[in-house]
């Protein structure tokens, strides 16, 4: 089966690599009837622009879209996801350290009928500062989702069409594509894929995206399990709070009782249980507020449909 492809690589200052990597997108796509590839310049600083725009001259399956400064990966990302016109959709990184040879093997498991194959670098050529962090992320991000995939984050990965256009990208949120597209149930795979070393310039991520990882994490933990039971998640902390409370004040009434301790004797434990009592209240409250929010989005959404319908 030969689906038209489209393949999506995000730039952003990687001018040493754009020859050699077009050179070998060539090779690997050589088998393909129809295929596109899309450069995202993502605010390049360096020559990126005037090679890529020699190249997309000169070649017709090459395509640029140039954002005007850098927004980061998922943006890019998602604007190659809106453009994409093949059936099958292929990410890579623009560095040389994912291999474009990959790409029928890619193609072979997704035919095996899943919905998106995300590469597992095994044999991983990057420093131990980002391997070890990376290992950690994995496992805790499967841990919290339910989606284990060895390699959540590798660039490498190719998609049916239905999914890239149903995926909401932005922020830090491409880290957690496969957690993204299995919480939206469809099927996912892996396979291992080759590794290189980067040949060329730096790597454009610090250390700052370990907590930038997290916070992305919670988010997409929240919008995709709470959007429509908010009260599942704020009441949970609003028992808690409310249960020790009522254990603070307990043990308080225990004292007094049974050791004959006055009350004036445990006056701060009295007070911060008082006070997880009321943050418990506010937790609810809040739980209950966005029960509303939830319940007028849904029904202004129904009532959309029914106009549509008529």
Avoid at 15 to 44: N, P, R, T, Y
Avoid at 57 to 62: G, Q, Y
Avoid at 173 to 201: M, N, W
Avoid at 204 to 216: E, P, Q, T, V
């Amino acid at each position: 089966m030969n689906k038209s492809l489209s393949v999506i690589i995000p730039t952003y200052n990687e001018q040493e690599s754009l020859v050699e990597l077009v050179a070998s997108l060539k090779i690997g796509l050589k088998s393909q009837k129809e295929w596109e590839v899309l450069f995202i310049d993502d605010g390049s600083t360096d020559d990126s622009i005037k090679l890529l725009t020699e190249i997309v001259t000169s070649e017709s399956n090459f395509k640029l879209i140039q954002l005007h400064r850098n927004y980061g990966k998922s943006a890019a990302l998602a604007e190659g996801f809106k453009v994409a016109e093949g059936e099958y959709v292929i990410t890579m990184d623009a560095d040389l350290q994912d291999d474009p040879h990959e790409i029928p093997s890619l193609i072979s498991k997704l035919e095996e009928g899943y919905d998106l194959v995300t590469g597992w670098k095994k044999d991983r050529k990057d420093p131990w500062t980002k391997r070890f962090p990376s290992k950690i992320a994995n496992f805790v991000t499967g841990l919290i989702t339910g989606v284990k995939v060895h390699d959540m984050n590798c660039g490498l990965k190719i998609y049916r069409r239905a999914v890239v256009k149903s995926l909401d990208i932005y922020g830090g949120r491409h880290r957690y594509i496969p957690a993204l597209a299995g919480q939206k149930q469809f099927r996912i795979a892996e396979i291992p894929v080759k590794h290189y070393e980067r040949q060329y310039g730096l790597t454009k991520y610090g250390s700052s995206r370990l907590f930038h990882g997290f916070f992305d994490l919670i988010t997409i933990l929240f919008l995709n399990r709470y959007t429509q039971k908010p009260l599942h998640l704020f009441g949970l902390f609003g028992l808690s709070c409310i249960a020790l409370s009522f254990l603070s004040e307990l043990y308080v009434v225990f004292l007094k009782i049974f050791f004959g301790h006055p009350f004036q004797k445990h006056f701060a434990m009295m007070l911060f249980g008082v006070m997880l009592f009321v943050l418990g209240l506010w937790f609810f409250s809040i739980g209950l507020i966005g029960e509303m929010v939830a319940q007028t989005t849904q029904d202004r959404e129904e009532r959309v449909k029914k106009i549509l319908g008529n």
